[in-house]
């Protein structure tokens, strides 16, 4: 049983470029989450899809961010025009059906913005 | 506002002794609770978790206390390894939000 995986774990950009992300969930879990972790922070939630649908979008997902789930399985999260605040560590996460609560969390896509 | 407060952002424990990492949250809605183990570069890996209707839950060498009169719970490891430095996150649920909230974590440190 694989975990959750992103692609890429590390990415440079300069000021106003965009960027996109990839999440792959565990393979039988309907529900994926976005999290944005800044240095001293915990994981602070972003938006969240049940297969395809994205039922809830957080306060901190600007306009410029867009998290599409096409077809229920792998998820991308794209930024554009990047600002020097989007620096962050991105994380994905996932949760089965059956145990809905309980979040597996995929290694994270460094994004440092210049 | 921060509904779950780690207050010691860090703490060494000699290894075999009993690591205690704490945790205190605001809102009286959360039902669920769970400590997730962070290593550098990685995400968050899920460790053990407790419903409010239970006050203990224990897996091998990790035990989770949940006192919810004083909306606090705690994160027992015994006996300490080298290997359980990390930083370690306490998470909340409330019925019907599809997100956990976050504490600001607990870096443990483990001497050999």
């Known amino acids: 049983d694989t975990g959750v995986s992103q692609d890429p774990r590390h990415k440079i950009t300069k000021r106003g470029q965009n960027v996109t992300f990839r999440c792959d969930p565990i393979?039988?879990?309907?529900?994926l989450y976005w999290y944005r972790q800044t240095l001293g922070q915990g994981p602070e939630f972003l938006t969240y899809f049940q297969n395809e649908a994205q039922l809830e979008k957080s306060r901190l997902l600007s306009d410029r961010f867009s998290a599409e789930r096409p077809k229920g399985s792998f998820s991308t999260l794209e930024i554009q025009r990047t600002e020097q605040g989007d620096s962050a560590m991105y994380l994905c996460?996932?949760?089965?059906?059956?145990?809905?609560?309980?979040?597996?969390f995929g290694p994270g896509t460094r994004l440092t913005v210049l | 506002d921060q509904q779950v407060k780690q207050n010691s952002p860090s703490l060494s424990v000699q290894e075999g002794r009993i690591s205690i990492l704490n945790c205190d949250y605001t809102n009286s809605m959360f039902d669920y609770f769970l400590w997730y183990k962070k290593y550098p570069a990685e995400g968050p890996t899920f460790l053990i978790s407790?419903?409010?209707?239970?006050d203990k839950n224990e897996d091998g060498r990790f035990t989770v206390f949940l006192n919810k009169s004083a909306k606090h719970l705690s994160l027992h490891i015994v006996p300490s390894q080298p290997g359980d430095s990390a930083v370690y996150f306490c998470a909340a649920s409330a019925p019907g939000a599809n997100n956990l909230f976050f504490g600001t974590g607990t870096r443990l440190t483990v001497i050999p």
């Open positions: 393979s039988e879990h309907n529900r």
């Open positions: 407790i419903s409010s209707i239970k």
């Open positions: 996460a996932s949760s089965s059906p059956v145990a809905q609560v309980t979040q597996y």
